[in-house]
């Protein structure tokens, strides 16, 4: 799916999901499980680009983070999702751990904003991301980040029913393994999305703060 769209500072947000150690860092608690997928598609080195660009341009950079965890998290919930479950018995993004830092090339520079953390999938769901995008004029959205077919997925479909013009980072996301790259990027996106882009598709689209387009 390709865009008919450009990307400007005037309009356009970059959402970095979930950028914490315990994904994307060797040594982080999730790397192994991410680590072929994320070294076939250059995910990091792509997820670089992509926020380079951003920052170049001048489009506005937040941050959606998952919950940080703490032991007596969800004790007392009544309902818990297997991911939720699955979470707290690894305390993974553990509140204080070096897993629940920021990757270091992706830590947010003053000036960027860093959302309410999310308890489950939805960057959206009982946070201040709507509010935050709309008090900065975001009508466009562009997502890279972890993981695809969990928080990156139901982010950006929560982001189509509120309104917004959808872009997914296909080499610039990550996940467990091939079928989900397939579910998310063949199956689901193309019932909501309304661009799923290469990263240099993307970099092809965006203009500066002048308008000029980047080449």
Request: glycine fraction near 10%; charged fraction near 25%.
């Given at each position: 799916?390709?865009?008919?769209?450009?990307?400007?500072?005037?309009?356009?947000?970059?959402?970095?999901?979930?950028?914490?150690?315990?994904?994307?860092?060797?040594?982080?608690?999730?790397?192994?499980?991410?680590?072929?997928?994320?070294?076939?598609?250059?995910?990091?080195?792509?997820?670089?680009?992509?926020?380079?660009?951003?920052?170049?341009?001048?489009?506005?950079?937040?941050?959606?983070?998952?919950?940080?965890?703490a032991p007596g998290d969800y004790r007392t919930w009544e309902y818990l999702s297997p991911t939720q479950q699955r979470v707290m018995a690894g305390q993974t993004f553990a509140e204080g751990s070096w897993g629940a830092?920021?990757?270091?090339?992706?830590?947010?520079?003053?000036?960027?904003?860093?959302?309410?953390?999310?308890?489950?999938?939805?960057?959206?769901?009982?946070?201040?991301?709507?509010?935050?995008?709309?008090?900065?004029?975001?009508?466009?959205?562009?997502?890279?980040?972890?993981?695809?077919?969990?928080?990156?997925?139901?982010?950006?479909?929560?982001?189509?029913?509120?309104?917004?013009?959808?872009?997914?980072?296909?080499?610039?996301?990550?996940?467990?393994?091939?079928?989900?790259?397939?579910?998310?990027?063949?199956?689901?996106?193309?019932?909501?999305?309304?661009?799923?882009?290469?990263?240099?598709?993307?970099?092809?689209?965006?203009?500066?703060?002048?308008?000029?387009?980047?080449?």
């Amino acid at each position: 799916m390709t865009s008919d769209a450009r990307y400007s500072p005037q309009d356009t947000a970059l959402l970095i999901v979930d950028p914490y150690n315990d994904f994307l860092s060797e040594g982080g608690k999730l790397w192994p499980r991410a680590k072929d997928v994320a070294e076939r598609v250059g995910l990091l080195d792509h997820m670089r680009t992509v926020l380079a660009t951003a920052r170049d341009r001048g489009l506005r950079v937040f941050v959606v983070p998952h919950h940080r965890t703490a032991p007596g998290d969800y004790r007392t919930w009544e309902y818990l999702s297997p991911t939720q479950q699955r979470v707290m018995a690894g305390q993974t993004f553990a509140e204080g751990s070096w897993g629940a830092e920021w990757h270091p090339d992706f830590r947010p520079r003053e000036g960027e904003i860093v959302v309410r953390q999310h308890w489950a999938s939805s960057g959206f769901a009982n946070t201040d991301l709507d509010l935050l995008l709309k008090q900065h004029h975001v009508r466009k959205t562009v997502f890279i980040g972890m993981r695809a077919n969990t928080c990156v997925d139901t982010t950006a479909r929560f982001g189509q029913e509120l309104g917004y013009h959808v872009t997914l980072v296909r080499d610039a996301i990550g996940s467990f393994g091939w079928e989900e790259m397939t579910a998310t990027f063949d199956l689901n996106a193309p019932l909501y999305a309304h661009a799923v882009l290469t990263t240099g598709e993307f970099v092809g689209l965006v203009d500066g703060a002048d308008g000029e387009g980047f080449r």
